[in-house]
């Protein structure tokens, strides 16, 4: 009997090495890469989707002005050849490549980056990505409908240049601009439908979309007019929808994926201690809002005794079994300093806050909740998914336990429904993340800005918005650096949501591939990925 359990193990090991070989040899000869996320896209429309995973796929397909080096931490022209500053420091100039091109072959000019940029800030085109457009002179105006497109700070010089003139010295203004897609002049309004076909789809990434099987795979196939084009060893990602963390993990444990990143904590620990297990910082935090408008949370004092009442690293280790790690301000501990190159922006603030029950429960009863009693019951709105199930089950018996404070917990299980849930102010607390595109502390707190927010916290203050306008405005690192620390710490103070944890990366990558990008600032990138022999 031993014999035929060990025959039958050595032959089920044969079988799945055997599987294991033929699937790396297809994807060599096929230099296909296969990847998942976990919903269907909102939209592939760059310029209005922000919402992870469509932003996966949108990265693919469009390119910008500059992007991420293959190191993922060094800033380098993409469409853009280089760029000029104006001795005033205010207007930036920026030429783009003459080989630079969209899809169908036409070439990429400076007329499609005004109105790639303009019709961000279009009101009637409503997108949320403005946020890190307001230094350029007019934006906001223009974006609030009070002045014309005409007036924005925006010029077309020539065919390949392209002049941004802000409205006061932005030192950041350009390393935001890998987030700002290129999509070609006109393409919405001579083509409401330019997204239904990849026909009609054009692109002016490394990547190109050659079909769409919704809720199933989007499939991309390199862009042979893209300038790098003949430099890139991958011709073509699947990117294939896997809802579930344990779904995913049996498709790569089976082959049927090459790159996981939806990671729980059984695939962390099968895989923590192999050459395929990947782990890296990203530029974001996993935070929850406050509905500022309603009457319970209207007051700052309920809304940090909240925040305050929870054991984050116990939710994480038990919870959510995961090894990133918590977080006492709304920076990431990823962001670098401006000041010292050895030490995070967190390691220089250091934590805003801390967690205190009986500090808690003190502010709740000096708000008129002693005990949590007469405290209105309220909803927890997240994702159906395990993950955000389980964190919400977790703030609901922390908080019932630690104040006597009730609540309801709401789940939708499409990414769709469930964001426009938040956007009409449907929820009580939500679950969200934020991830930045550059190498900037003050990056991760313009959402909490007045409009800032994608979906609004109803939480505006122009006293955080005026100490923000400085901090941005300021050139000594020194000093803009202690500008953003009295923002976080006026922020924490008035705490319109509450930040959970930092965010960490981990990921699977079959060890047939190489130099996947995983930048801790923007999303995955297969255009420097390779083969090995």
Do not use: H
């Not at 705490?495 to 801790?520: E, N």
């Amino acid at each position: 009997m031993k014999r035929l359990l060990a025959c039958l193990l050595t032959l089920t090991l044969l079988v799945v090495s055997a599987a294991a070989l033929a699937d790396e040899s297809t994807a060599k000869s096929e230099k296909r890469i296969i990847f998942s996320i976990q919903a269907d896209p909102v939209t592939l429309d760059p310029t209005i989707n922000n919402v992870s995973p469509g932003t996966t796929i949108t990265a693919q397909l469009f390119g910008g002005l500059f992007k991420y080096a293959k190191s993922g931490s060094e800033l380098i022209p993409d469409l853009a050849e280089g760029y000029t500053i104006s001795e005033d420091g205010l207007t930036y100039f920026v030429t783009l490549k003459e080989n630079a091109k969209f899809s169908d072959g036409s070439a990429i000019t400076a007329q499609d980056v005004y109105y790639s940029y303009l019709r961000c800030l279009d009101p009637l085109v409503g997108s949320t990505l403005t946020t890190d457009l307001r230094p350029i002179k007019n934006a906001d105006a223009y974006n609030k409908g009070e002045v014309a497109k005409e007036d924005v700070g925006i010029q077309v010089i020539d065919d390949r240049t392209i002049a941004f003139t802000v409205e006061v010295v932005t030192p950041w203004f350009l390393s935001q601009s890998g987030g700002y897609k290129i999509v070609k002049a006109n393409i919405a309004e001579d083509n409401p439908d330019w997204l239904k076909s990849p026909e009609t789809i054009i692109c002016s990434g490394p990547f190109l979309i050659t079909s769409i099987e919704p809720k199933a795979k989007y499939a991309l196939a390199k862009n042979p007019y893209y300038y790098r084009a003949e430099e890139m060893a991958v011709e073509a990602v699947d990117i294939v929808i896997i809802e579930a963390a344990e779904a995913e993990l049996t498709a790569y444990a089976n082959g049927e994926i090459d790159v996981a990143d939806n990671l729980n904590a059984d695939a962390t620990l099968q895989y923590k201690d192999t050459p395929e297990f990947f782990i890296t910082p990203r530029l974001g935090i996993q935070y929850c809002d406050f509905n500022c408008e309603l009457p319970q949370f209207t007051d700052a004092r309920v809304r940090k005794a909240l925040a305050m009442a929870i054991d984050r690293q116990w939710i994480l280790t038990n919870i959510l079994q995961t090894t990133q790690p918590p977080v006492f301000g709304f920076v990431p501990n990823s962001q670098p300093s401006l000041t010292d190159p050895s030490k995070s922006y967190r390691e220089v603030a250091g934590d805003l806050f801390k967690e205190d029950i009986e500090e808690a429960k003190r502010l709740l009863a000096e708000a008129g909740y002693p005990n949590g009693e007469g405290f209105p019951s309220f909803q927890v709105v997240v994702r159906s998914t395990a993950e955000q199930v389980d964190l919400a089950q977790a703030l609901q018996a922390l908080w019932q336990q630690n104040l006597g404070i009730n609540c309801e917990i709401v789940t939708y299980e499409a990414s769709s429904t469930y964001w426009s849930e938040l956007a009409e102010g449907n929820f009580g607390v939500d679950r969200s993340g934020y991830t930045v595109g550059y190498l900037d502390p003050g990056a991760n707190l313009l959402i909490w800005t007045t409009g800032g927010n994608a979906f609004e916290n109803r939480w505006d203050d122009p006293a955080f918005d005026e100490i923000i306008a400085k901090a941005n405005a300021e050139l000594d690192p020194a000093l803009r650096e202690q500008l953003i620390i009295e923002a976080e710490t006026y922020l924490v103070e008035q705490m319109p949501g509450f930040p959970v944890y930092s965010y960490d990366d981990s990921y699977l990558v079959k060890p047939y591939i190489l130099d996947l990008l995983k930048p801790a600032a923007g999303r995955i990138g297969f255009e420097y990925a390779t083969f090995a022999d």
